[in-house]
């Protein structure tokens, strides 16, 4: 029978001689048709890509919002709100009934939260997408949250809580973020037991009637499925269904950039490995320097176990097991570069000057043949970021969420393939700065206190409280800026800037401002697309001036620049300056709270060193937000090279120089 098999067994190639002789096939092509999009009821948006090559469907529901949403004293609220909505179910599919229906038909349903979205993903068989959606829908419009889930939601919410700090590795990448962004931000914040504890049922539905719509939500839809037929059952389900009410902005996150190295070291003695971690400031990915970052971080520190941080630190040093650099970019707000390693206590000083010296190393232009390896991996890599539709479907998906052009793959790929070794180097040059890195320590600091001390000031993060009194609160503030009498002298200031965001469409704008805070008189220069507008509000009047024209601003709009001159933030540091400590309170934020002359409130929150890094003012029915970082000191005094105004699409000012005046010339606000 064995020889009957043989001699029907297809013949095969003979062996090769050497393994290094043996040829790959060529990859099958593949390519997955783009999804076609429907607008729906409401502001809803569905992408379809039809595949009826299996009796299946996948799909997912994306709804535009997510956990930095979540009220101060309530963080953590969006995922105990997500984890009660998926097991509590609905009234018509209650979570145990919904849990046996999916268990019966081999169907699945998650929901996942993050910091901008909420997700519902799906499977099923195409014959049991209907009711499947009628129980999807019915939960994402009406969730039953009963108290029972919820009561055991919290308690798993609690030991986690508890159990944060017990991996070093997680606990290290949460403290860098409460550094880079401040420990408030929506960025960086950690629940605590507290907060936990605070949330009942009522938020729950607060929470879901202020952020359900349809004109928060993209679908997509990839399986045996009709586009139409699928366009028409949504239309259907979206019925009746009003669209979300206004809501807060989500505020951009803000890198405080220091000015010099430091370490942020987190005692955990008795622990026999270190993690370290550094940071700076990153990009957009619609940056143009995007694509020769993305090159630059396989190369540097994530291509595989030949990159140069493995290479260095693992292979020839033996410190490490897993070590790397990479430029996280954003989707609408600029991400960051990020280090990491975990290795022995007493390695953590050459660990660390290891990684510095092959980030200081890359800045030179890259051997062709380095670059042309990590271009192959990224041509073999997207084949498996594309092998299905599902895939497909949820890159155009991210893309429509985030306003990207549907063509945004293409070009970077496009982009990726015609560079060179000096565009990748020169971008790395612009974009990093080791002279300036935020690095976070987790680990025994007997141990690597001495050690790390070389490479700036070290701070301890296990020590710091916060302010107890407001007295304390401007103690540590006019440490940071400079001292008080300076402020309290200072007649006004002057500034240049250059303006950019997705608000002002990729272009920038360089200005010229100064500030009178005497009486808000203000007076800015801009210049941009080839011409210059100089703008003046005086005691009396406003006004713009081109070559061409003068134009008198109406009151309403020379009172509101009046406002922004009096809400500036050094008129506020001025203010603060000379305030009286009864009018000043903190929050249970750490916050400084205050009012200004013309009854504008404000609330003012300092980061590491006693920087501020942001500012709210609330004047009217009129809210207003900036975050401030990469604080510079000049002639005595400290001030922010870095400003985001947030508002729908962030704003962000970068200041090139800074004069604070014991006087202004009155001619600067004189009329025309």
């Known amino acids: 029978m064995i020889y009957l098999l043989m001699l029907l067994a297809p013949l095969q190639d003979a062996l090769p001689e050497h393994p290094s002789e043996i040829s790959a096939p060529a990859l099958r092509s593949y390519s997955a048709s783009a999804p076609e999009r429907a607008s729906l009821p409401g502001g809803a948006e569905l992408l379809v890509i039809e595949d009826p090559s299996l009796p299946l469907v996948d799909g997912t529901l994306v709804f535009r919002f997510g956990s930095v949403l979540d009220p101060p004293d309530k963080v953590g609220l969006t995922s105990i709100a997500a984890d009660c909505m998926r097991e509590g179910g609905s009234e018509s599919s209650p979570g145990a009934a919904l849990d046996a229906w999916l268990d019966l038909r081999a169907a699945t349903l998650e929901l996942t939260p993050s910091e901008e979205t909420l997700s519902f993903r799906f499977s099923c068989a195409s014959e049991d997408l209907d009711e499947l959606l009628d129980s999807l829908f019915s939960l994402v419009r009406a969730p039953l949250f009963p108290d029972a889930v919820l009561a055991s939601s919290k308690q798993r919410a ?193 660990a660390l000057s290891s990684m510095f010296e092959v980030i200081t190393e890359s800045v030179d232009p890259i051997e062709a043949e380095e670059l042309a390896e990590a271009l192959e991996r990224h041509r073999n890599a997207e084949v498996f970021r594309v092998d299905t539709p599902h895939e497909v479907l949820d890159r155009s ?10 063509d945004f793959w293409d070009k970077n790929w496009g982009r990726l393939a015609q560079l060179d070794a000096e565009q990748v180097a020169a971008a790395s040059r612009r974009h990093i700065d080791t002279e300036r890195m935020v690095v976070v320590a987790v680990g025994p600091a007997e141990v690597l206190e001495p050690q790390l001390a070389q490479f700036g000031e070290v701070i301890r993060l296990d020590r710091q409280p916060p302010a107890a009194a407001p007295a304390e609160w401007l103690d540590r503030l006019f440490t940071a800026v400079g001292p008080r009498e300076l402020w309290a002298e200072a007649q006004g200031v002057e500034y240049v800037t250059e303006m950019t965001g997705l608000a002002v469409g990729g272009s920038s704008a360089r200005s010229h401002s100064w500030i009178s805070f005497l009486d808000a008189s203000s007076r800015t220069e801009t210049e941009g697309a080839g011409t210059k507008t100089t703008m003046v509000v005086g005691p009396a009047r406003g006004w713009a001036r081109t070559t061409e024209t003068l134009t008198e601003f109406p009151a309403v709009i020379t009172e509101r620049a009046r406002g922004r001159a009096r809400t500036n933030l050094y008129k506020v540091l001025q203010v603060l300056a000379e305030a009286e400590l009864e009018a000043l309170s903190l929050d249970a934020e750490g916050r400084l709270n205050g009012a200004l002359a013309a009854g504008e409130r404000f609330v003012l929150e300092l980061g590491e060193g006693g920087f501020p890094v942001s500012l709210a003012i609330q004047s009217g029915g009129e809210d207003l937000l900036t975050r401030y970082a990469d604080w510079t000191s000049t002639s005595g005094v400290a001030f922010a090279k870095r400003a985001t105004q947030v508002q729908e699409k962030p704003i962000e000012r970068h200041l090139s120089g800074f004069v604070l005046h014991e006087e202004l010339a009155e001619e600067l606000f004189q009329e025309p």
Do not use: C
């Open 158 to 350: 609690e030991s986690v809580v508890a159990r944060s700090e017990d991996d070093p590795s997680s606990f290290a990448d949460a403290l860098l973020l409460e550094v880079v962004y401040g420990s408030t931000s929506p960025w960086a914040r950690r629940p605590t037991v507290e907060n936990i504890r605070a949330i009942e049922r009522s938020d729950l539905l607060a929470w879901h009637a202020s952020n359900f719509g349809p004109d928060r939500l993209v679908a997509g839809v990839t399986g045996d499925v009709s586009k139409e037929a699928l366009a028409e059952r949504f239309s259907k389900l979206l019925e009746g269904w009003n669209p979300a009410p206004a809501r807060e902005l989500t505020p951009a996150p803000v890198f405080n950039v220091p000015a010099s190295t430091t370490v942020h070291l987190y005692d955990r003695p008795g622990v026999p490995q270190s993690e370290l971690r550094f940071a700076g400031p990153g990009i957009l990915r619609l940056h143009p320097d995007y694509a020769p970052l993305l090159l630059w971080s396989d190369v540097v520190g994530i291509g595989g176990a030949t990159n140069r941080m493995m290479v260095r630190l693992r292979t020839e040093l033996g410190l490490a097991y897993t070590v790397g650099a990479y430029f996280r970019p954003g989707w609408e707000h600029s991400g960051r570069l990020i280090g990491f390693i975990g290795t022995r206590n007493e390695a953590a000083r050459t």
């Open 397 to 406: 998906m991210l893309l429509l969420l985030h306003g990207y052009p549907p």
